[in-house]
């Protein structure tokens, strides 16, 4: 299986200087099954985030610019970090693509209706209904199990508002585990509801949410155990779950409890809170990777970022490359492995000075800074 990060981040996308080499765009994974020997495996797409819409572009370029192409898209939950980009999907415009949406089954709206709202007339000018492409939409249970094509789909229940589900992949002999948004599984039960007041962490749990909460942890050890690789929901430091366990995401120490137990080989940081910084992020994988070394963990972890490639064979993730130490340009196509980065403009060049015109003063924008 062949890995693409198209997005990272949580909550909302952060385009900027400061989130430049990491990325700004949401979560959108490309999973790709196809080889040499196996040409008609599938192609696969984990959550469709804003970083879908660039993925799209890069699949116009071959069979879906025909019209040609068949996908199937894994949404773990439907909020809008993780839908935000379909809208803006070429080849969802191309008449003959064919797409499968794989979503868990609400209790009141047919999942077609929940991504058909979204390109309703208040908020997008062209209709669900004039996607051209083939969809289908499966609705899917908190453990669902499926097959799509040669690849083995396992599903089990996260802790988040509204709820979400985590995906595992299994192909020949490589596993993955896609594992976001979610709550750590002790302090807080969070089901259909936005919770007001949230429990401060340490606060004791009513024993049927304890007995809840430990049901749903080992759903999600057992859908992680023996991974070559978990990408897991990582936006918080403690001190930001702390003051938000109610928002339904983690923290790095919470993925690497679940991977020890899980006995996972690699664990990648994923949903970066949008306020982190490229060189929060640096920091924040060199410390948990230092001390993942001290504790004699044989864990390997890395922090997702947009462009990222990996090859995930039976034997392993292959060669993970850091974040680019420049930034990556904006519409530069992401194919090359290792990946060529454009690099960023020199300081020398001046943008241009804008004349203030009428009584406001213009000020031009900031330097981008390597
Ligand atoms: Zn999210
Ligand atoms: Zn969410």
């Known amino acids: 299986m062949k890995l693409r990060f198209w997005g990272v981040r949580g909550s909302f996308p952060v385009p900027g200087s400061h989130t430049a080499r990491y990325g700004g765009n949401t979560s959108c994974v490309e999973v790709r099954c196809a080889d040499d020997s196996h040409p008609e495996a599938p192609r696969l797409i984990l959550d469709a985030g804003t970083g879908l819409r660039r993925l799209g572009k890069e699949m116009m370029q071959g069979e879906f610019g025909e019209g040609a192409g068949t996908a199937h898209l894994l949404v773990s939950h439907t909020h809008w970090d993780h839908i935000q980009g379909l809208p803006f999907f070429a080849p969802l415009y191309q008449t003959g693509n064919r797409f499968h ?14 991504f058909a709202l979204q390109s309703d007339n208040p908020y997008f000018p062209v209709p669900f209904e004039a996607a051209a492409a083939d969809l289908e939409f499966t609705e899917l249970s908190d453990d669902a199990r499926f097959n799509i094509g040669p690849v083995q789909v396992r599903c089990t229940r996260l802790n988040h508002p509204w709820i979400a589900i985590a995906f595992r992949l299994d192909y020949d002999g490589a596993s993955i585990a896609y594992v976001t948004d979610t709550a750590p599984f002790r302090d807080i039960l969070i089901e259909r509801q936005f919770i007001r007041q949230p429990p401060k962490p340490g606060d004791p749990l009513h024993p049927d949410d304890a007995a809840k909460l430990k049901s749903m942890r080992d759903g999600v050890v057992r859908l992680c155990e023996g991974a070559q690789l978990v990408i897991y929901d990582t936006q918080f430091t403690p001190a930001e779950y702390a003051q938000r366990p109610h928002w339904g995401h983690s923290c790095p120490e919470d ?15 994923f949903h970066h809170a949008p306020e982190r910084t490229d060189e929060q992020l640096d920091e924040l994988l060199a410390r948990h990777r230092a001390q993942l070394v001290s504790n004699g963990n044989p864990l390997a972890i890395y922090a997702a970022y947009e462009g990222m490639e990996l090859d995930l064979t039976r034997s392993g993730v292959g060669e993970i490359l850091p974040a680019p130490s420049v930034p990556v340009r ?16 020199e300081p020398s060049q001046e943008l241009p000075t804008l004349e203030p015109s009428g009584p406001f003063p213009v000020v031009p924008p900031p330097k981008v800074t390597p």
Do not use: N
């Not at 949406?101 to 929940?114: C, G, K, P, S």
């Not at 530069?332 to 454009?342: L, N, Y």
């Open 330 to 345: 904006s519409g530069t196509t992401i194919s090359s492995k290792p990946p060529r980065f454009v690099t960023a403009p």
């Open 101 to 114: 949406v794989y979503a868990r089954q609400r209790d009141d709206t047919h999942l077609r209706t929940v």
């Open 255 to 269: 993925a690497i409890e679940i991977a020890r137990d899980a006995g996972a080989k690699a664990l990648m940081l």
